[in-house]
């Protein structure tokens, strides 16, 4: 399988749907991180979709956010078509997103997700109280990964709409 990994784009969006309804099933919308999209900033630039020939087959978006009033991303959703999966994929998807994350001015990437997933990038838990989201979790699925040296010092607060361009 031949695959590409490329910014995301609105071209892609139709296909996308699909995927994701393929790999999450009903009730994705249900999800938590949904809230937070809802709000949040799609960055296209920052987000990246897996192509396969001409077939959008995966993705792994990233939203701009705020926790408290420190500029932060959100990665998700994370998916691979149900044919495409296990293949290294999605981790090359996370792989490609958090190095464009990596070159932003923010200071952490959140997740609501697997551990098993995430850890291997460096994504840890978040400390019990230290951020909010729109709704429960399980504690040990919501996790975050600093950018740059420090980016987790002191933060701390709610997850909300980004405050200005970031
Ligand atoms: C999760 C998903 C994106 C993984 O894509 P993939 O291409 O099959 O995954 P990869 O082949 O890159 O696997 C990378 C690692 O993640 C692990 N992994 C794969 N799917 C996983 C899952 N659902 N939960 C936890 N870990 C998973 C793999 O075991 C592998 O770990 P390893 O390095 O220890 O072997 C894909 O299975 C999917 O779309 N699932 C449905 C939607 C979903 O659950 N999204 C994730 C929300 S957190």
New binding site residues.
């Given amino acids: 399988m031949t695959i590409a990994i490329v910014p995301d784009d609105a071209a892609y969006d139709a296909a996308l749907e699909a995927?994701?309804t393929d790999?999450?099933?009903p009730g994705r919308f249900a999800k938590v991180?949904e809230r937070v999209r809802e709000f949040g900033l799609l960055d296209r630039t920052l987000s990246r979709v897996a192509l396969q020939g001409a077939a959008p087959v995966?993705c792994?978006r990233i939203y701009r956010i705020a926790v408290g009033a420190t500029p932060a991303l959100f990665l998700?959703?994370?998916?691979?078509?149900?044919h495409?999966?296990?293949?290294?994929?999605?981790?090359?998807?996370?792989e490609a997103a958090l190095a464009a994350c990596d070159a932003t001015a923010t200071h952490a990437v959140l997740?609501?997700?697997?551990?098993?997933?995430?850890a291997?990038f460096g994504f840890v838990e978040i400390p019990a109280g230290r951020v909010t989201l729109p709704g429960p979790v399980e504690a040990r699925?919501f996790q975050w990964r600093a950018i740059g040296e420090g980016g987790l010092d002191g933060l701390a607060g709610a997850v909300s709409a980004p405050r200005a361009a970031s």
């Fill in positions: 995927v994701l790999a999450f099933g991180s995966g792994c998700g959703p994370l998916a691979v078509a149900p495409a999966q296990g293949e290294r994929l999605g981790a090359a998807l996370v997740v609501v997700g697997q551990p098993r997933m995430f291997p699925r």
